[in-house]
């Protein structure tokens, strides 16, 4: 009686294994980096957010008061002076200059935050006239 003993080839070999491993690996590299930078660009909409809104109050204030920096403008007093009014998601404080005529806004990131790893757009800025602008490498996208 002869027994025929074969070799069943089932399961995965090392070399398969890291061939996989290492595809896993590279994709990683290239979409983490995509995904924070996405992360980071849809959370600008929430510095974006504040600031229309601090904006918004103040023209209020100057249409009540003829100033904006009146002190009988409650919005006035929180961003001046070293205060800061923070974002929905806290993700920007937002400070201010203002003038009786005149104001001019600054969201930046809190620190500790993903948002105050975003090179691109490092501040976002807004004046009484709509003017928009940004500090960072890339501030053509940042509005």
Same mark, same amino acid.
């Given at each position: /009686?002869?027994?025929?003993?074969?070799? &069943?080839?089932?399961?995965? @070999?090392?070399?398969?294994? /890291?061939?996989?491993?290492?595809?896993?690996?590279?994709? &990683?590299?290239?979409?983490?980096? &995509?995904? /924070?930078? /996405?992360? =980071?660009?849809?959370?600008?909409? $929430?510095?974006?957010?504040?600031?229309? %809104?601090?904006?918004? =109050?103040?023209? =209020?204030?100057?249409? #009540?008061?003829? +100033?904006?920096?009146?002190? %009988?403008?409650?919005? +006035?007093?929180?961003?001046?002076?070293?205060?800061?009014? $923070?974002?929905?998601? &806290?993700?920007? @404080?937002? #400070?201010?200059? *203002? !003038? !009786?005529?005149?104001?001019?806004?600054? !969201?930046?990131?809190?620190?500790?935050? #993903?948002?105050?790893?975003?090179?691109?757009?490092?501040? *976002?800025? *807004?004046?009484?006239?709509? @003017? =928009?602008? +940004?500090?960072?490498?890339?501030?053509?996208?940042?509005?």
């Amino acid at each position: /009686m002869k027994v025929n003993f074969q070799k &069943s080839n089932s399961g995965f @070999t090392l070399v398969e294994l /890291m061939i996989v491993v290492l595809i896993v690996g590279i994709i &990683s590299v290239i979409a983490v980096p &995509s995904y /924070m930078d /996405m992360i =980071r660009s849809s959370n600008r909409a $929430d510095a974006k957010a504040v600031l229309n %809104d601090v904006a918004h =109050r103040l023209q =209020r204030c100057f249409t #009540t008061y003829s +100033a904006y920096n009146s002190g %009988d403008c409650a919005v +006035a007093g929180s961003i001046t002076g070293g205060n800061s009014v $923070d974002s929905e998601k &806290s993700y920007y @404080t937002v #400070t201010g200059v *203002l !003038a !009786a005529a005149s104001f001019d806004l600054t !969201a930046l990131p809190v620190a500790g935050k #993903t948002q105050s790893k975003d090179s691109e757009c490092l501040s *976002l800025t *807004l004046d009484e006239a709509g @003017t =928009r602008g +940004a500090t960072g490498s890339n501030t053509a996208e940042c509005w």
